[in-house]
């Protein structure tokens, strides 16, 4: 198995993108650690994960606060030996898309770019101490394609998401000499995750209503922006986070991973 006797900590993890890793990481042998605000889908994931053998923690942690992020970090390290992935795939519900930006209030324009930012800061930070201490570890963070390229109208989570990117890449120069690699996922838009119970579905269904056409209809538009003709997967992603996070791709760092199906071109 690809991450046998490794311990990774998946913030959102009761979420569909969190979940879909966590069960993958556990396929391979990861020993989990699920951290969201919601124990129900964490419990539901985590019992997923014990129906198939693996073994996965629960622990209600909200990612946007410094002390409980550090908090559950040095109780994982103690109880486990170590933290060696730490994926972060928060979301948040701020529908103010389908709003050109010069029409958006500040604070609306300020939620994308500071919450993101602030968590995968909070989390990678919380990481890296015990990483680093090791000599190994990895942290996966996500973006989306308007990190890269400008898409009219989906309000400021390209910018919180650029800065993002960004931000790992500082991260794995700065954390590259201890052991630690940082490899960002670049997703696309997933339209499944709006029948499983995401933020998005109200996200999307907003801009839709805003645009005077059917949730439906923009589904379709939110996942033909590449150039395989259908959307990525959450399954998809999980696969990617398992190979990043393994020890053969120990040369992967300081990197974007693109999974935008060819919608941001390299």
């Not at 696309?188 to 801009?207: C, F, K, M, N, Y």
């Amino acid at each position: 198995m690809l991450l046998e006797n490794k311990n990774a900590v998946i913030y959102g993890g009761g979420g569909v993108i969190g979940g879909a890793v966590a069960r993958a990481f556990a396929l391979e042998g990861a020993r989990i650690f699920l951290a969201g605000r919601t124990r129900a889908p964490l419990e539901a994931v985590a019992g997923e994960i014990g129906h198939t053998g693996g073994t996965a923690d629960v622990a209600l942690v909200d990612a946007l606060d410094a002390r409980a992020v550090d908090r559950h970090a040095d109780e994982v390290a103690e109880r486990a030996g170590g933290i060696d992935v730490s994926f972060n795939a928060i979301g948040i519900d701020n529908g103010e898309q389908a709003i050109p930006l010069v029409e958006l209030p500040v604070e609306a324009y300020l939620i994308p770019v500071t919450t993101y930012a602030r968590t995968h800061f909070l989390t990678a930070k919380a990481a890296a101490r015990h990483m680093v201490e090791r000599g190994s570890g990895v942290i996966l963070p996500l973006s989306a394609p308007m990190a890269r390229m400008p898409t009219a109208l989906s309000g400021s989570f390209g910018i919180g998401f650029a800065a993002v990117e960004c931000l790992a890449r500082q991260l794995a120069a700065e954390l590259g000499p201890h052991g630690v690699r940082v490899v960002c996922l670049r997703l696309d838009g997933i339209p499944e995750s709006a029948s499983l119970g995401s933020h998005t579905r109200q996200v999307w269904g907003r801009a839709a209503e805003r645009l005077g056409i059917g949730l439906d209809r923009l589904l379709e538009m939110v996942g033909s922006g590449g150039v395989r003709g259908r959307p990525l997967t959450a399954a998809e992603v999980a696969e990617a986070a398992v190979l990043a996070a393994t020890d053969r791709a120990t040369a992967l760092t300081g990197t974007v991973v693109n999974l935008t199906s060819g919608a941001v071109l390299d």
